[in-house]
């Protein structure tokens, strides 16, 4: 599990530290309620096969789309 602690909170966006030494900006909205500088975020990252799938066929079309031309 990936973990990252928010180092700050800037008016409305939360400066979350990683190990690492990387920061991830992310709007405190979509933080839970209550979280606060010093707390410890858990990330539980998953792919989206079905989001994936629409952006390689929509790159797949612009693609097409550009080399045939609108016949």
């Known amino acids: 599990m990936l973990q990252g602690t928010i180092d700050r909170i800037e008016e ?6 990683f190990p690492d030494g990387q920061k991830l900006n992310v709007s405190i909205g979509k933080l839970p309620h209550g979280c606060k500088q010093g707390d410890v975020l858990d990330f539980d990252i998953a792919k989206n096969a079905d989001a994936s799938m629409k952006n390689q066929e ?4 612009v693609l097409n789309e550009i080399l045939n031309g609108n016949q």
């Open 58 to 61: 929509l790159a797949r079309d």
């Open 12 to 17: 409305s966006i939360a400066v979350i530290a």
